[in-house]
């Protein structure tokens, strides 16, 4: 009911250039009807709606691009399979040939980074697409998200392998590694825009069907391979991002087994293994980007929450034994949020001024826990940070088309 209000809504001020005031009664309207939920998801629209008419119509104009648009002479692999390269890694001025050598959160600018690039790309054009098709209903959204979602994994001429086994390359050192894995956050919201567009009229059942095998073949590669099962088992960041995708997968997919597992995994791993008693995550506190690294695991704790929860299942309630939960992390980490110069730790070694941004942990947490000051903060941060760093380390960026 509150989509077509709102496309409807749209499409009258295209017509008779109509002013902010209805949609501010459209906002009143849902909060006195529908209840705190909505009442997040109609501020969030409010906030919003410029931005992701604007980025529509940018994502309307792409040509898709994907991972057989470029290749680098260090992969190992074919066309077909994604590539990069550690971050950290540098060549050693003792012998300049030989393996590199890593300098943790330093990041090589003269590494591959097209694919992740070109998949971040692919992510922004159908996060934006699919949220404009939430807000207005006009299949020429999904008619387009489609062109680019069926390049990338329909089309045999141009789709990605459903492995990863050339992430993360080390020269010298490695052909790929499992912590690779964590490249492909970026496809969350690709699975997420797909499931609010596989309804619209313009969607080929066929190319549907096979986008959702590939994810299914993904998802029991990222399970049964040992890189796979390597990047399950981190302690820190990349164990969560592991789960979240995975869990994002499942969600498009309709595998309630692994939605089980991602589940079991938040309440017998992440929380009592990743999180201290005071709701801080000491892996992430102890690395050269602490601050970064705490706020990117955050967002995906919370994420993993707001994926898996349902009518049987409440992740946002459960906590431990000793009373590790998910408000205690967001409660942690929000004073640092609303005022950075609170800090405790020295600044990060690099992009330490690029955090943060309109971080997901907010606007969901605000949902779940009804904290208008979470909501407030997020509000007022960037929604459309152009640094290439923050947008690798933020796969939610069009939080319209999480809201169910």
């Given at each position: 009911?509150?989509?077509?209000?709102?496309?409807?809504?749209?499409?009258?001020?295209?017509?008779?250039?109509?002013?902010?005031?209805?949609?501010?009664?459209?906002?009143?309207?849902?909060?006195?009807?529908?209840?705190?939920?909505?009442?997040?998801?109609s501020e969030v629209i409010w906030?919003?709606?410029?931005?992701?008419?604007?980025?529509?119509?940018?994502?309307?104009?792409?040509?898709?691009?994907?991972v057989t648009a470029e290749t680098?002479?260090?992969?190992?692999?074919?066309?077909?399979?994604?590539?990069?390269?550690?971050?950290?890694?540098?060549?050693?001025?003792?012998?300049?040939?030989?393996?590199?050598?890593?300098?943790?959160?330093?990041?090589?600018?003269?590494?591959?980074?097209?694919?992740?690039?070109?998949?971040?790309?692919?992510?922004?054009?159908?996060?934006?697409?699919?949220?404009?098709?939430?807000?207005?209903?006009?299949?020429?959204?999904?008619?387009?998200?489609?062109?680019?979602?069926?390049?990338?994994?329909?089309?045999?001429?141009?789709?990605?392998?459903?492995?990863?086994?050339?992430?993360?390359?080390?020269?010298?050192?490695?052909?790929?590694?499992?912590?690779?894995?964590?490249?492909?956050?970026?496809?969350?919201?690709?699975?997420?825009?797909?499931?609010?567009?596989?309804?619209?009229?313009?969607?080929?059942?066929?190319?549907?069907?096979?986008?959702?095998?590939?994810?299914?073949?993904?998802?029991?590669?990222?399970?049964?391979?040992?890189?796979?099962?390597?990047?399950?088992?981190?302690?820190?960041?990349?164990?969560?991002?592991?789960?979240?995708?995975?869990?994002?997968?499942?969600?498009?997919?309709?595998?309630?087994?692994?939605?089980?597992?991602?589940?079991?995994?938040?309440?017998?791993?992440?929380?009592?293994?990743?999180?201290?008693?005071?709701?801080?995550?000491?892996?992430?506190?102890?690395?050269?980007?602490?601050?970064?690294?705490?706020?990117?695991?955050?967002?995906?704790?919370?994420?993993?929450?707001?994926?898996?929860?349902?009518?049987?299942?409440?992740?946002?309630?459960?906590?431990?034994?000793?009373?590790?939960?998910?408000?205690?992390?967001?409660?942690?980490?929000?004073?640092?949020?609303?005022?950075?110069?609170?800090?405790?730790?020295?600044?990060?070694?690099?992009?330490?001024?690029?955090?943060?941004?309109?971080?997901?942990?907010?606007?969901?947490?605000?949902?779940?826990?009804?904290?208008?000051?979470?909501?407030?903060?997020?509000?007022?941060?960037?929604?459309?940070?152009?640094?290439?760093?923050?947008?690798?380390?933020?796969?939610?960026?069009?939080?319209?088309?999480?809201?169910?």
């Amino acid at each position: 009911m509150t989509e077509l209000f709102l496309s409807q809504l749209y499409r009258n001020q295209r017509r008779n250039r109509m002013g902010a005031s209805l949609v501010f009664c459209f906002i009143l309207f849902v909060n006195l009807s529908f209840g705190q939920k909505n009442s997040v998801e109609s501020e969030v629209i409010w906030t919003l709606r410029t931005h992701i008419m604007t980025e529509a119509g940018w994502a309307m104009m792409q040509e898709p691009i994907t991972v057989t648009a470029e290749t680098s002479p260090r992969s190992k692999g074919g066309k077909h399979d994604f590539y990069s390269e550690g971050d950290y890694w540098w060549p050693d001025s003792l012998n300049p040939d030989g393996p590199y050598i890593q300098r943790d959160g330093l990041t090589n600018p003269n590494i591959f980074t097209a694919h992740r690039l070109a998949m971040i790309r692919f992510s922004r054009i159908v996060g934006a697409l699919a949220s404009a098709y939430k807000l207005t209903r006009e299949d020429k959204y999904a008619t387009q998200a489609f062109r680019h979602i069926n390049a990338w994994f329909v089309d045999s001429e141009t789709k990605m392998n459903p492995s990863l086994l050339f992430a993360q390359a080390i020269k010298g050192r490695a052909a790929g590694r499992g912590i690779g894995i964590i490249d492909t956050i970026h496809l969350m919201e690709v699975a997420q825009g797909i499931i609010v567009m596989q309804q619209a009229k313009s969607v080929n059942k066929q190319d549907l069907a096979q986008t959702k095998n590939w994810f299914a073949e993904y998802i029991n590669w990222l399970m049964t391979h040992q890189y796979g099962k390597d990047e399950m088992e981190a302690k820190n960041n990349h164990g969560t991002c592991w789960a979240m995708q995975v869990a994002s997968f499942a969600k498009l997919t309709e595998n309630k087994e692994v939605l089980d597992f991602c589940r079991n995994r938040y309440k017998t791993v992440f929380l009592p293994y990743q999180m201290n008693a005071n709701g801080s995550f000491p892996q992430e506190l102890k690395r050269t980007k602490p601050y970064g690294y705490s706020i990117f695991n955050l967002d995906a704790m919370v994420m993993l929450c707001h994926i898996l929860s349902d009518k049987e299942n409440n992740l946002w309630t459960y906590q431990t034994i000793d009373g590790r939960n998910i408000k205690k992390g967001i409660s942690y980490l929000y004073p640092f949020i609303a005022d950075k110069k609170k800090w405790p730790l020295k600044p990060d070694v690099m992009y330490w001024e690029n955090w943060p941004v309109a971080q997901p942990f907010l606007v969901f947490g605000a949902q779940a826990f009804k904290k208008d000051d979470w909501f407030r903060t997020w509000r007022k941060l960037d929604h459309n940070p152009k640094e290439e760093e923050v947008l690798r380390n933020l796969p939610v960026r069009n939080p319209i088309i999480w809201f169910e």
